[in-house]
């Protein structure tokens, strides 16, 4: 292709500055363009999957292809599961591709985020009290506010604690909030689940990439969360780490800026 000339570099000289950048800057393009299309793969795959299943266990109870009640009960919950997961895919690229391009609209004002992450695990607690997972709280008091958008703030912190009820099977997630230094303040959602290889961490906050594709289904997801995750941190001026050990538990730490600058009115 275009791209595979490469320009020749023969001496110390300018010229050769010059073949050797422009080499670099089609390596770049090269790389890029490879993700991009990696990108359109994985997306018609990760949109084809779950409509293969919706074609055919529709077909199999249009045809009445089930011998007990049970089973078209069965059937029509994966059918349930599939269409919400699509909803939810289609939503998490919606949200990615406008991130992405710059296009997210954020709300900033002084935020409390005790009361959001008070917020963030009211919300998840039914879907772990039905795991049989207990959501341990735990806030400092009279922390600094924080610059940012309390809904999307919310949306990231709901996103790691799904996470850690997805992917804990016993034992107990456990929510804190507390400052760092004079002027940082800390989430962490910590859980006792299946842990992510230490090989693996560098990447899950990849589009799509999930450890262990197939296991990942069976947990539900999109593989998108993370990366929606870490863009809305950045966006906020914050950062993201994460902590693992395989079997052991995970933890996520994010950390924010917040106002005991004294400055209140222009951050
Ligand atoms: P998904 O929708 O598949 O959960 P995410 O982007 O939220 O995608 O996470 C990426 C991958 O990171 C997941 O597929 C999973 O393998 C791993 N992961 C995320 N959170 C946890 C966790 N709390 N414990 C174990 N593995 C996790």
Redesign the pocket.
Known sequence: GDLDTRVKVTSGDEMSYLARAINDLAQDLKRYRDTRSEFFANISHELRTPVTYLEGYAKVLKEGLYHTEEEKEQYLEIIDQESKRLTRLIYDLFELSKMEEGKVILNFEWIDLAEIVENSVQKTSLKAKQKGLRIQLNIQDDLPLVWGDGLRMEQILI?LID??I???EQGEISVQLQGVDRDQVMVSVE?T????PKTELPF?FERF????KSR?RQ?????????IVKKLVELQGGSIEVF?QLGKG?R?EIKFPTSSNGKESTP
């Open positions: 996103n996470n850690a997805r992917y804990t859980d689940g299946i842990g992510i899950i990439y999930r450890v262990e990942s947990y539900g997801g999109t593989g998108l969360g993370l990366a693992s995970t996520f």
